[in-house]
C-alpha cells in the first residue's frame, strides 16, 4: 500500500507598524480678519472707512483706501485679503486687539503676529500678552511696505480660559500707526497611531514545507 504525505504551507504574518501624525491646532478665530470685524474685541473705535483719527482701524484690503497718507499694502497671507488697519492712539497701554481662548494646564503655546508700519518714520511698539504676562515685543521702524512676524511661547499652568491680548505702547501722533494680520495661537498636538502595513522584505514572513507527493511509500511485508 501506498501512504501519501499532504503538503504543509504555513500562511504569511504580515507585521503592522504605527505611524503618529502631528497636527498644528490654532486657537484664535479669525485671526487673518477674513471673516471682517468679527470675533476680537478693542478698546479702538472702528472707523471702516476713515482713519484719519488717531485711535481708530478699519478691516480692509489696502490701508490707503482708509488714509490717504498710508502707504499700500496687501495682506500678509494672499496680498488681496483683509487686515486690521489702525491709527494709532496716543495712550500707552491700548488694547488694540483681544481674544479669549481655552488652554490645557502644562501644554505650550505660541502667541504670534504679523505686523507692518504704514506711516512716517517712527515706531510702532506692542506687546504679546497671553493671560497678563507679555511674551513677546514687536517694534517695526518706518514704513516699509513689508510685513514682520513676531511671537513668543507661553506654557498654560492650568486649564481653562485664558485672554490673548496685542496692546499698544506708542504715544506719537505721527509713525504709530499699523497693520495686523495672521494672528495665531497655536500648539501642536500628535494624532492617533494609524496602522499600516510594513515593507515586506522586513516583516513578511512566508514558512513553506515541501511535500513530496507519495513521500514515504512503504512496502508490504510478507508474513511467514
Not at 507598524?17 to 478665530?29: F, K, R, S, W
Not at 485679503?81 to 479669549?100: H, L, P, R, V, Y
Not at 494646564?105 to 504676562?133: C, H, K, P, Q, R
Request: proline share 3%; net charge negative.
Amino acid at each position: 500500500m501506498r501512504r501519501f504525505i499532504p503538503v504543509v504551507v504555513l500562511t504569511t504574518v504580515a507585521c503592522l507598524g504605527g505611524t503618529t501624525q502631528a497636527a498644528t491646532i490654532d486657537l484664535v478665530v479669525n485671526g487673518d480678519f477674513q471673516s471682517g470685524n468679527v470675533g476680537f474685541n478693542t478698546e479702538l473705535t472702528h472707523a471702516p472707512t476713515d482713519l484719519t483719527t488717531a485711535g481708530t482701524y478699519a478691516v480692509t484690503t489696502d490701508p490707503v483706501s482708509v488714509h490717504g497718507s498710508f502707504i499700500s499694502i496687501g495682506d500678509h497671507t494672499s496680498s488681496t485679503g483683509n487686515m486690521m488697519a489702525i491709527n494709532g492712539t496716543t495712550s500707552s497701554g491700548t488694547i488694540s486687539w483681544e481674544q479669549t481662548a481655552a488652554v490645557t494646564m502644562g501644554e505650550e503655546y505660541e502667541f504670534s503676529i504679523w505686523l507692518a508700519n504704514l506711516f512716517g518714520t517712527g515706531s510702532t511698539d506692542l506687546d504679546l500678552v497671553v493671560d497678563g504676562s507679555t511674551v513677546a515685543s514687536a517694534t517695526t521702524v518706518g514704513a516699509t511696505s513689508t510685513w514682520s512676524q513676531f511671537s513668543g511661547s507661553w506654557i498654560a499652568p492650568a486649564s481653562g480660559n485664558i485672554v490673548l491680548q496685542i496692546i499698544e505702547n506708542s504715544v506719537g501722533f505721527g509713525g504709530n500707526d499699523y497693520a495686523l494680520d495672521d494672528i495665531s495661537f497655536t500648539f501642536d498636538t500628535s494624532g492617533s497611531v494609524i496602522a499600516v502595513p510594513l515593507p515586506a522584505s522586513g516583516w513578511l514572513l512566508t514558512v513553506g514545507l515541501a511535500g513530496v507527493f507519495g513521500l514515504g511509500r512503504k512496502r508490504a511485508t510478507k508474513l511467514t
